[in-house]
């Protein structure tokens, strides 16, 4: 059975001789949490995304495959403008070297490709100015390089020939603990990690 949030703050409450939270809406119910109680709860939260931090967010467990359908020319058709995909919300950091074209019998040229990384600088001088000025749809082709933009996006190139599908991998965020319930993305291996870190702040606050 996977351990939950209301595990987990009862793991800290335990070493304080406190009272237990319950699953239910009485007054040692969960969700009725106050002054100290509620306080543990908020820092399983923090001591969940401190883990994360760590690692800048790359823990195998936080590994997620992204998929994004490209846009074949420009975005809006001829005359428009060079297509910018955004990065899944959840992401809090991704592997720009896991980018690839995946294989698909049914295109022109459909064998799977990894796609280059290359910065923007990069993109700026040397790529930018031929995808904008590109006016013959004969002109596309298979897209070979990834690059990133400053606002959560980034852009694949050459402009796309076909609607190929592109696929990567990100690190995802944690999710943010609401309910007893709730089961922390991290395995459960590491519970007394999570319960040591909400600990640290436990006595934090009652020095």
């Known amino acids: 059975m996977a351990y939950t949030y209301l595990d987990i703050t009862n793991d800290v409450l335990q070493s304080f001789n406190e009272v237990e939270l319950e699953d239910n809406s009485g007054p040692n119910g969960f969700a009725n949490a106050v002054g ?11 001591a969940i995304n401190d883990i994360y931090i760590t690692q800048n967010y790359r823990w195998p467990f ?5 998929s994004q359908v490209l846009t074949a020319g420009f975005t809006g058709g001829s005359g428009g403008t ?5 990065l899944p919300s959840g992401a ?5 070297d896991s980018f690839y074209i995946v294989r698909n019998a049914a295109l022109a040229n459909p064998n ?16 930018r100015d031929t995808d904008a000025n590109t006016s013959y749809t004969s002109t596309f ?3 070979w390089f990834v690059t990133r ?6 852009i694949i190139g050459p402009l796309a020939d076909l609607a190929r599908t592109a696929k990567f991998n990100y690190y995802a ?4 603990l609401t309910v007893a319930a709730s089961v922390p993305l991290i395995p459960e291996a590491y519970r007394q990690v999570i319960s040591d870190k909400a600990l640290y702040y436990a006595y934090m606050f009652r020095d």
């Not at 936080?62 to 992204?66: M, P, S």
């Not at 060079?82 to 955004?86: H, I």
């Not at 933009?149 to 980034?154: A, S, W």
């Not at 965020?173 to 943010?176: D, S, V, Y």
């Open 36 to 46: 100290f109680h509620l306080y543990v709860k908020n820092k399983v939260n923090t």
């Open 112 to 127: 799977q490709q990894k796609l280059q990384f290359i910065n923007w600088d990069n993109y700026v001088a040397n790529y």
């Open 62 to 66: 936080a590994r997620t495959e992204g």
């Open 149 to 154: 933009r400053v606002d959560n996006k980034f």
């Open 141 to 143: 082709t298979k897209p």
């Open 82 to 86: 060079v297509p910018e995909y955004t």
């Open 173 to 176: 965020a944690p999710t943010l």
């Open 92 to 96: 809090a950091a991704v592997d720009w």
